[in-house]
């Protein structure tokens, strides 16, 4: 079945460093949402950016959409030892079940003090 | 009070026995979901419901049911556990494709 993929699926970096996380899919998207999951807790719905959106702010997130090459990335500027979580892309495939999200395997964020 | 809640939040439970997960939410979203979550693998998709009469098969339904008592209720069944279906369980309701989770289920079936 269709899932984003994360890259890397581990990343460690100091507080204040600014911190990428790339998502890849498969097939075309309504949209693509990224989400955070501190340990062994519920998702978190982060951000949203729709398919015909190439960039979005939110505080200090940016999210970038490119649909040519079925990818996405975060950015989480000046990192702070509480950004520490995994973080999850999810699409909503075009033409699919409305709400249907499928989520990828997670980028496991360390982000030390 | 959370949003979604889900009991329990912690199971242990035998190879071989029934068990149902409850998950309940006051955001009034007709659309809920069942995911499970194991490590190295994200979530996947149990079971959906649109609505009360409308129920959908996820990725990995195989030994699940689920039942949609109301708008608000969603619970989950193992009719007959088995140790591979140890996992984090998630809820979630959704509203213009933006869900909403639970704090998830701990099952271990030993």
């Known amino acids: 079945s269709q899932q984003g993929e994360e890259d890397p699926q581990a990343l460690s970096i100091q507080e204040g460093e600014n911190a990428t996380m790339n998502c890849s899919y498969k097939?075309?998207?309504?949209?693509l949402q990224w989400y955070r999951q501190n340990s062994g807790r519920g998702l978190v719905h982060l951000i949203l950016i729709r398919s015909n959106e190439r960039e979005k702010h939110s505080g200090r997130l940016r999210v970038t959409l490119d649909t040519s090459k079925k990818s996405s990335s975060l950015l989480i500027t000046a990192s702070r030892a509480a950004d520490t979580a995994s973080y999850f892309c999810?699409?909503?495939?075009?033409?699919?079940?409305?709400?249907?999200?499928?989520f990828g395997k997670g980028t496991k964020l360390s982000v030390k003090p | 009070d959370a949003d979604v809640t889900q009991t329990p939040r912690n199971r242990i439970t035998k190879t071989g026995k029934r068990i149902m997960l409850e998950c309940s939410q006051t955001k009034g979203h007709d659309r809920m979901y069942w995911y499970r979550q194991d490590p190295g693998l994200g979530l996947r998709l149990i079971y959906y419901s649109f609505d009360v009469k409308d129920i959908n098969k996820g990725e990995i339904s195989d030994g699940y049911s689920v039942s949609r008592q109301a708008q608000a209720k969603f619970s989950l069944s193992l009719e007959s556990a088995i140790p591979n279906q140890t996992a984090l369980y998630f809820c979630a309701t959704s509203v213009r494709d933006e869900a909403f989770f639970g704090q998830g289920t701990r099952l271990t079936v030993v």
């Open positions: 999810a699409t909503a495939p075009y033409g699919g079940s409305q709400g249907n999200l499928i």
């Open positions: 097939t075309s998207i309504n949209n």
